[in-house]
């Protein structure tokens, strides 16, 4: 049985879903790949990969540990572009230069496990403007953050350049596809999106 961890924030948690369980991204990777596979979410609503933004995907760590997956796959990004206003009070944008220098320090404590993982690096899936119902506040908040995930999206391929490790690309493939996501929200894909999402992991785990 191959064990396959999905780590991320409330897109690989499943939120604004009627059933996360059946169709979070993990949940239907889970189909795809079948039953010589477990899948796992360590998906955490609100997740940062920067160690000073909270919550922090680093206090998921030991329980990613405690897991010892054969396949990690990671996405974060997308609340660390928050704050400098946005967000709320969330501070996590002030913090950015710090976000390589931590996803390399995380990559080498999971490089660490006994069961040698082979990791897997997202670049998040992208914040679709198109979408219907979107409020003038949210509009403006994801015109500032858009611009941001693309900064940390060039971060992420240097880190899966440097430590030479797999990459997924999440955020092309659904740009300006507001079908894939929930109206009134632009950031969290909708069922059909999180479809997409499990179908471009599962492309990239059977490559490898």
Same mark, same amino acid.
């Given at each position: 049985m191959t064990k396959v961890v999905c780590v991320g924030d409330s897109i690989t948690y499943g939120a604004r879903l009627d059933d996360r369980d059946r169709y979070s991204y993990p949940a239907q990777l889970q189909l795809l790949l079948g039953e010589?596979? @477990?899948?796992?979410? %360590?998906?955490? *609503?609100?997740?940062?990969?920067?160690?000073? *933004? +909270? $919550?922090?995907?680093?206090?998921? =760590?030991?329980?990613?540990?405690? @897991?010892? $997956? /054969?396949?990690?796959?990671? !996405?974060? *990004?997308?609340?660390?572009? #928050?704050?400098?206003?946005? #967000?709320?009070?969330?501070? #996590?944008?002030?913090?950015?230069?710090?976000?390589? @220098? /931590?996803? =390399? /320090? %995380?990559? /080498?404590?999971? &490089? +660490?496990?006994? !069961?040698? $993982?082979?990791?897997?690096? #997202? @670049?998040? &899936? $992208?914040?679709? =403007?198109?979408?219907p119902g979107l409020k003038r506040e949210r509009i403006e908040g994801l015109i500032t953050r858009k611009p941001r995930l693309q900064e940390l999206i060039g971060m992420i391929k240097d880190v899966v350049k440097e430590k030479n490790i797999k990459f997924i690309d999440l955020n092309i493939p659904l740009a300006r596809k507001p079908e894939l996501f929930t109206e009134e929200d632009g950031v969290h894909p909708n069922r059909a999106g999180y479809k997409v999402i499990a179908e471009l992991v599962f492309a990239a785990l059977k490559k490898n």
């Open positions: 010589n596979y @477990a899948v796992e979410n %360590f998906g955490v *609503g609100g997740a940062t990969l920067i160690r000073k *933004g +909270k $919550p922090t995907v680093w206090n998921e =760590l030991r329980k990613i540990k405690e @897991a010892n $997956p /054969d396949i990690i796959v990671i !996405s974060l *990004g997308t609340n660390d572009t #928050c704050g400098m206003g946005t #967000c709320g009070d969330r501070k #996590c944008w002030e913090y950015k230069d710090e976000y390589e @220098a /931590d996803y =390399l /320090d %995380f990559i /080498d404590e999971l &490089s +660490k496990l006994t !069961s040698k $993982p082979q990791i897997f690096l #997202c @670049a998040p &899936s $992208p914040m679709v =403007l198109e979408t």
